[in-house]
């Protein structure tokens, strides 16, 4: 089976089922009679941008990056909602604080959305650092940031 193909299959999977461990989609796509180790769906998820996020109760589970903006920017917004604690410039840096877990899904989006203000981006289990060139472009990310999800996160700028 080719590369593409495979991916199209973990990519149906990922869509219509609610997958949380690299296992369960490797039992899934054993299930359909294709064998791939799970060195190789671990590869093609990271290839494929394919990040887990908190749904709730369920837990946490894989999802898809969307295919335009708008989508990445509600997801992120979604995420910035539910998740942002905090968010501050020092400088050139924007800091932003999430609750635990929640840091590496969102530091995801806002790389995909490819801010012209970052020119770096560092996301651990709670928090995210983002260089901006200025601390003007730190203001502005902050600005843009906000404007992505409904949040009472304090705002800090020094």
């Known amino acids: 089976m080719l590369k ?17 461990r690299h296992s369960q989609l490797v039992q899934m796509l054993e299930d359909k009679g294709l064998h791939f180790t799970q060195a190789t769906i671990s590869r093609d998820m990271h290839e494929m941008n394919i990040v887990k ?75 995210i650092f983002m260089i901006t060139k200025t601390s003007n472009d730190a203001a502005e990310l902050i600005d843009k940031i906000n404007s992505l999800g409904t949040n009472n996160a304090r705002i800090t700028r020094r």
């Open 4 to 20: 593409a193909d495979r991916q199209n299959e973990i990519r149906e999977l990922i869509k219509n089922n609610k997958i949380s």
């Open 53 to 127: 996020i908190s749904s709730g109760d369920d837990g946490y589970i894989y999802v898809l990056p969307e295919e335009s903006n708008n989508g990445l920017e509600q997801k992120a917004g979604q995420i910035i909602t539910e998740s942002m604690v905090n968010i501050e410039a020092q400088h050139f840096i924007v800091i932003v604080k999430t609750i635990p877990g929640y840091a590496q899904a969102l530091g995801s989006l806002l790389d995909q959305l490819a801010f012209s203000e970052v020119h770096g981006l560092l996301a651990g289990d709670d928090t």
